[in-house]
């Protein structure tokens, strides 16, 4: 077998999870210590697979200092490190993001100069969000940092649909939607890029203020008295992200995997969105008399910001309203897959970044039935103790 017939086959075994059988086949080839870096690249990947991220670790330093110009090389150790918690390299190789093949349509590309973290007093700064809704509420938190360090005048550019919430937020002096024409300004740095120029520690995290984000008051009263009828724990949930997403087959699940959270004292509140959302308008026979669809009446971030403050929990994927929970320092529960996304670091079932979210996390690839009865067992927990009026 050829080095590409080997490829082809192994591929989609790694996309199935089947990285120690990947780890197998490719052992052998690579005995001598030396091989194609195309082995390599895939050693690595079948161990990040496994979950032993520390192992591919040195490979995929050894492969970027073999090809250095190969940028999504770069980028997959970027991601490596910052699963590891090592942001000082971690966030100087994740600068490689918009040097890919699928991002760079999406790099804006600024005609001004990157702010570099010094002090510009008297300077105008435009900051401006990139990438998923999670994204932005994750790194909101980051403007108001970089307002005090720069000491300039802060112009946050943010998409439409955070823009409402975002208002409320401190830290910036003026604002503009995306796709307007920004007033003047003198630099420019990308949200996910605050982290890389001001030296972002874990140790550092959660930051201050914490909660950043708000919920307006009209729309929680309107959300209390539409809850009110429902006694009980109020859990509002979701079980899939949006289709389009690299990792989505391995975030998302149907909503007939948690059945076992449809227990007698607790009200299950749909909040999912997008093509799924229809599934809780007629839930598994199971979960019927526990479950109820909020997802048609919620039009916007500000309903589920309302939402999230009105319920006693959100239950969820890897998805942007546990970004959002967290920013409004609501809890939050996450389950996430054996290789998570890299915000959420490794061996931990809490996250520096949000004080009030626990995480969940698979020990083997797809399982998500142990993760969930965890779930259903921490629930239970948690509907006694309210009971006892502890929660």
Known sequence: MDM???????????????????????????????????????????????????????????????????????????????????FDRGWREY?????????????????????DGRPIPGKTLLIHDEQGYGDT??????????????QANVILEINHETASLARRMKGFDAMTVRGELPPYFDVHAEMMSLPMIMGLQVS???????????????????????LEPYQGLKVAFLWAGRPTHFNDANRSMGLEMLAPLAQDGVTLFS??????????????????KHVVS????????????????EVDLLVSIDSSPVHLAGALGRPAWVMIPLLPDWRWLQNRDDTPWYPSVRL????????????????????????????????
């Not at 600068?95 to 093949?101: C, E, F, G, K, N």
């Not at 509420?137 to 720069?150: L, P, T």
């Not at 969105?273 to 019927?288: C, H, I, V």
Request: hydrophobic content about 45%; charged content about 25%; some cysteine.
């Open 4 to 86: 590409k017939e080997l490829e082809q086959k192994v591929r989609p075994m790694l996309i199935a999870g089947r990285g120690a059988e990947v780890e197998t086949m490719i052992r052998p080839l690579l005995a001598s210590g030396t091989g194609p870096v195309t082995l390599w690249a895939l050693l690595a990947q079948a161990l990040r697979v496994q979950g032993r991220v520390l192992e591919a670790k040195p490979i995929q330093e050894m492969l970027v200092d073999a090809l250095p110009g190969h940028l999504s090389t770069r980028f997959d150790l970027a991601e490596t490190l910052l699963l590891l918690g090592e």
């Open 360 to 391: 969940f996390r698979q020990t083997e690839w797809g399982q998500w039935g142990p993760v969930i009865d965890r779930v259903a067992k921490a629930l239970a927990e948690l509907k006694a103790q309210k009971a006892q009026g502890r929660a």
């Open 294 to 309: 909020l997802s048609p009446e919620i039009r916007d971030f500000e309903d589920t910001a309302a939402i999230l403050c």
């Open 271 to 288: 909040v999912q969105k997008g093509p799924k959302e229809e599934q809780a308008l007629n839930p598994p026979a199971a979960m019927a």
């Open 204 to 226: 550092q995290l959660p930051g201050e203020p914490m909660p950043y984000l708000s919920a307006l008051p009209d729309r929680r009263e309107h959300w209390r008295k539409r």
């Open 95 to 115: 600068a490689y993001r918009y040097s890919l093949a699928h991002t760079t349509r999406i790099e804006r590309k600024v005609q001004r100069p990157r702010w």
């Open 137 to 150: 509420f994750q790194f909101m938190r980051m403007v108001a940092w970089a307002k005090e360090k720069s």
